[in-house]
């Protein structure tokens, strides 16, 4: 019998602008001891679905049912609901910091759950606190007992967090992104010590993720959500290595770290409305395989022999389709009469920094951000800046973006020194550098209309009238694939990756040599980094633009850079080209931080298969 089975769930969400369909008739299972993946981008419905099994979403309707331990969650009381949280299904959300509660030590906090379930003295719990906290590795565990959360480092948080969850030994984990605000070594870490908890303890564990790759290492089987139905479902090996349904496919495609082609592929369009209900294929508005039927029928579902089951009228697995050709015809002339002052820059480098150093604060309280810091960038390259959080990444890009001051050493820019410059010449040499950054959201101003956040540039360095400055908006916003009729705008009407056009648009406006990205795609869904990847290399093509590109991805960072510096406490500990760099590494920890970054896939052996047809077979 399997530890918990969901038939048939569906949730609505009321809201004021209608109900919300979030998951649509979706039924699995877990058995005991298993690592069970649910995997999609954002909006698919896979966090509301453990939300609503777990009692989480008040004000939702929610049919079908969910047996755990034979007991259906979907009809208990909220007070029976509370003993099996915890006691028999724990949880680990992916913000531990915002799940543990700020005013309250972490050690009570997880005694808490102790004292919540069971009859124990305190002296009893905090013992038992202790070696849980001790077993998941935080050094010096009966220390820090009474320390507070921010205390302790994002990956440390985390760590509570399982603690927290496996302290009274629950049948289930339910593990929602657990690794996503964290650094890849830091991710591997932790998910090896869930790996590693849930065989010592026998815990079956639920592990939602919006990465197939990341599964793929330690999934024992998975599930596909997409728009709140669910669209493949079997075993890890056969979902990771043959996808059977079009959008597992896809989501496959456009991960940087499974195609060798220098061009990703990634999903066209965006997911439907979840207001409605389609009538056909929730997949067929960007489905590369779709047919007349599709958009009228749903899907049946298939089965096929090795256990995966389909949500598609294909009879066959999905055809790959061929690499596109270049989505966005440039015309070289929209950037030209606003470029930074024409200078022969061919023979030096558009970056140069030498010797550079950055501290905060002085005498005992002096923090070296970055120590001696040597690199340079040639024209139309793109240099990779990686290391884990805190490695002073971030604060080198803002030292040559001129908004940080160096404590020693120098930056060229296009052959200047920026500490040479006089204010003037520095407001000109602004043009020639641009910034693009994380959040595409935090960074545009919400009451704003994305047309004059576009244009700011234009209007700060006074570059034509106010109408030749609205046509040489729209000229950019189609160069990066957003509709010009949309330049009235706010920024809450386009979806993240749409922002995130913005974003780039705003920097190229003044067609700048240097375009500094920080982290640009590490806040998207994986289909849509896929498409902003492709649109910053067609643009470098066309443009010859240079890039400092940081991010934390070593596989996103292959795709793009030419060139790889990886940091560590502020000091570069190597540089190479990319290519080197990931086939004979040098430094200990770029060897560590690639050890953690490679998600190794299953390497069960494929076994031969043939369909088994549940519903009607709409093609040949
Ligand atoms: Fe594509 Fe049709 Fe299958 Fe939907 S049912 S995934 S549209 S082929």
Redesign the pocket.
């Given at each position: 019998m399997p530890l918990l089975e969901a038939s048939h769930v569906s949730v609505d969400i009321p809201t004021e602008d209608g109900v919300v369909h979030a998951v649509q008739d979706v039924s699995f299972e877990v058995r005991a001891g298993e690592m069970f993946g649910i995997v999609g981008e954002s909006g698919s419905g896979k966090s509301v679905l453990t939300q609503a099994m777990m009692g989480l979403l008040p004000g939702a309707d929610i049919t079908g049912s969910v047996l755990f331990n034979g007991e259906d969650l979907l009809s208990l009381t909220a007070a029976q609901l509370r003993q099996v949280r915890g006691r028999g299904i724990g949880m680990i959300f992916q913000d531990p910091l915002s799940s543990l509660h700020p005013y309250f030590k972490i050690g009570p906090q997880i005694a808490e759950m102790i004292h919540l379930h069971e009859r124990v003295s305190k002296k009893a719990a905090r013992e038992r606190v202790v070696a849980m906290l001790d077993r998941v590795g935080v050094p010096g565990a009966a220390e820090r007992y009474d320390d507070y959360p921010h205390q302790f480092s994002g990956g440390m948080r985390q760590r509570v967090m399982i603690a927290m969850a496996l302290v009274l030994h629950p049948k289930l984990v339910i593990a929602d992104e657990p690794t996503t605000a964290l650094d890849v070594t830091v991710q591997a870490q932790v998910l090896d010590l869930l790996d590693e908890l849930r065989h010592e303890m026998d815990t079956a564990v639920v592990m939602v993720t919006h990465d197939l790759t990341l599964l793929g290492s330690v999934a024992d089987r998975a599930m596909a959500m997409y728009a709140g139905h669910q669209?493949e479902y079997g075993p890890i090996s056969s979902v990771f290595l043959r996808p059977s349904?079009?959008?597992t496919a896809g989501l496959l495609r456009s991960s940087p770290g499974n195609v060798a082609e220098e061009r990703l592929i990634p999903i066209p369009g965006k997911p439907p409305s979840l207001l409605t209900v389609p009538s056909?294929?929730?997949?067929?508005d960007r489905?590369?395989?779709?047919?007349d039927?599709?958009?009228t029928v749903p899907?049946p579902r298939r089965e096929y022999t090795d256990g995966i089951e389909?949500?598609?009228?294909?009879k066959r697995p999905?055809v790959i389709p061929e690499i596109p050709p270049v989505e966005i015809v440039v015309d070289k002339t929209i950037l030209e009469s606003s470029a930074a002052p024409e200078l022969d820059y061919s023979d030096i480098p558009v970056v140069k920094v030498e010797n550079l150093h950055l501290s905060y604060g002085q005498g005992a309280k002096r923090h070296d951000v970055l120590k001696g810091i040597n690199l340079s960038v040639a024209s139309g390259h793109t240099m990779g800046l990686v290391g884990e959080s805190g490695c002073g990444k971030t604060t080198l890009a803002r030292a040559i973006a001129g908004l940080l001051q160096p404590s020693e050493g120098t930056i060229e820019l296009n052959g200047r020194r920026l500490d040479s410059l006089t204010q003037l010449e520095w407001h000109e040499m602004r043009r020639s550098v641009q910034m693009v950054f994380q959040d595409p959201q935090g960074s545009l101003n919400p009451r704003r209309r994305i047309g004059a956040i576009i244009g700011d540039p234009l209007r700060i360095h006074k570059v034509g009238s106010k109408a030749e400055r609205k046509a040489r908006v729209q000229e950019l916003m189609e160069l990066v694939g957003l509709n010009p009729e949309h330049y009235n705008r706010f920024p809450a009407e386009f979806s993240g990756g749409q922002r995130q056009r913005i974003g780039i648009a705003r920097a190229l406006a003044l067609r700048p040599s240097l375009i500094v990205f920080d982290e640009p795609v590490s806040a998207l869904d994986v289909s849509i980094q896929a498409q902003i990847l492709n649109l910053m290399k067609d643009l470098q093509d066309a443009f010859s633009f240079t890039y400092l590109f940081i991010s934390h991805d070593l596989a996103v960072v292959r795709h793009v850079c030419d060139q790889i510096a990886v940091m560590k406490d502020g000091s570069i500990v190597e540089l190479a080209p990319a290519e080197s760099l990931y086939e004979d590494p040098q430094h200990p920890f770029t060897k560590e931080l690639l050890a953690a970054s490679v998600h190794e896939p299953p390497a069960a052996k494929l076994p031969e298969r043939e369909l088994v047809t549940i519903g009607e077979v709409s093609n040949e």
């Open positions: 669209l349904h079009p959008y056909g294929c929730v997949f067929a489905c590369p395989d779709v047919m039927v599709c958009g899907p389909v949500a598609c009228h294909l999905p």
